[in-house]
């Protein structure tokens, strides 16, 4: 079956081709998103950011630019801790049936601020974690200076984080920081940095940059823990072997939602395996990230693939475009597009050679946690994954360009 060049447009609400099949697989779907215990009790219960303690238990959450993956108090910045103390209630998107989201205030202080959302696992972690600074109404606050100014939270704290590390390192002078103490764990500075980075005012401007460029201009590019120039979530890979894959081969850069193998090797979805092995990773990488595109182009969100997954996709989408997809030819859509992105990445110049993670993950043991000694081996996974892509330097082939139908 060839579906190439079929897309939804108009203005118009396009009609399901089968409606009646389509309900009662809606219904089945919703059914296993409610029963699950990550979509139907967790998200709902402590957002994303129930996620805190889970990983930093695993050894994997990223501390203080990086240099660790561990921290003893990261329960003081969990969802747990945030439900109990500055939860005012729960946030949905439209439609939603899962409402991780979280609606939080911080009622008097310093860093008061009311009627907030967030913050999310991810701005708890780049924000706090990585910063050291250990302060929920702080994150609170530079979480929500973030969206209101428009600045992404995982870039943001970590460009703060690698200007903390390049200072304490001796890279960048008090004169050029312009009285904003960028020491780790000053949260009163962490907060400052954000606004100044959205207005660049004094250190602003450099913060403005990005880590890979702050790093660079200031004579320590190693220090900026990004793939492609995009900062990385928080997930350590010398903890969870195959998201590390996932990094390196993202076609957008350091990004987890572009395959979450976080899901087995971690929370143990739809299986458990093992995240300090390498065997298997590549397989499970090619996988999460075909089916993530399919999930991204229905415009769904992937929060459900905890709970659903290709067997469960195929038949809500046949219902509803008429197309009569199996789960093997909705992955082949994913693998398309997967592809598709690939070539036009190509054409910009990446290859292989930047498919690779930053200088510390390889080389540099983690000092603790329950990951303590692992860096990780790229080259164990990376051959056999452009194998199994069929690409060759990073580069998809003039054969599997052809077996995609990609012109």
Avoid at 105 to 132: C, H, M, Q, R
Avoid at 141 to 153: P, Q, R, Y
Avoid at 342 to 347: D, H, S, V
Wanted: charged share 25%; hydrophobic share 35%; with cysteine.
């Amino acid at each position: 079956m060839c579906i190439r060049d079929r897309v939804v447009g108009g203005d118009k609400r396009p009609e399901v081709a089968k409606p009646d099949e389509f309900k009662e697989a809606s219904k089945e779907a919703l059914k296993k998103v409610k029963e699950n215990p990550v979509t139907g009790e967790g998200l709902p219960t402590y957002g994303t950011a129930v996620l805190v303690n889970v990983i930093n238990n695993s050894g994997a959450l990223p501390f203080k630019n990086w240099q660790s993956a561990y921290n003893e108090k990261a329960d003081d910045i969990s969802g747990e801790t945030l439900a109990k103390k500055y939860l005012r209630g729960r946030v949905a998107c439209w439609g939603c049936s899962i409402g991780c989201g979280r609606a939080t205030e911080v009622k008097e202080g310093p860093f008061k601020v009311l009627n907030t959302e967030g913050p999310e696992y991810e701005s708890i972690w780049a924000l706090g974690n990585d910063t050291g600074v250990i302060d929920l109404e702080a994150i609170i606050k530079a979480n929500h200076f973030c969206d209101e100014l428009g600045l992404d939270t995982i870039s943001m704290g970590s460009t703060i984080a690698c200007a903390m590390e390049l200072r304490e390192k001796g890279y960048i002078s008090d004169e050029v920081l312009q009285g904003l103490d960028l020491s780790f764990g000053n949260a009163g500075a962490m907060v400052e940095a954000v606004w100044r980075t959205a207005y660049k005012s004094g250190f602003g401007k450099y913060l403005a940059l990005g880590s890979k460029r702050l790093a660079e201009m200031f004579g320590n590019p190693d220090l900026s823990m990004s793939v492609k120039g995009l900062e990385m979530p928080a997930y350590d890979p010398r903890a969870i072997k195959g998201i590390g894959l996932t990094y390196a081969t993202a076609n957008r850069g350091g990004c987890h939602v572009t395959g979450y193998t976080v899901a087995p090797e971690i929370v143990g979805l739809p299986e458990k395996i093992d995240p300090l092995s390498y065997e298997g990773k590549a397989a499970w990488a090619k996988a999460f990230q075909d089916f993530t595109c399919v999930v991204n182009s229905a415009v769904n969100c992937l929060f459900t693939t905890f709970a659903l997954g290709a067997d469960d996709y195929a038949p809500l989408l046949s219902y509803v475009t008429g197309w009569d997809l199996t789960s093997e030819e909705l992955m082949k859509i994913g693998e398309r597009i997967y592809n598709l992105e690939r070539l036009i990445l190509n054409k910009y110049g990446f290859d292989s050679k930047d498919d690779i993670l930053p200088k510390r993950l390889l080389s540099e043991p983690l000092p603790e946690g329950a990951a303590k000694g692992h860096v990780v081996e790229l080259d164990k996974m990376l051959s056999e994954y452009y194998k199994l892509r069929g690409w060759v330097d990073g580069k998809p082939t003039e054969e599997k360009l052809k077996e995609l139908d990609i012109p």
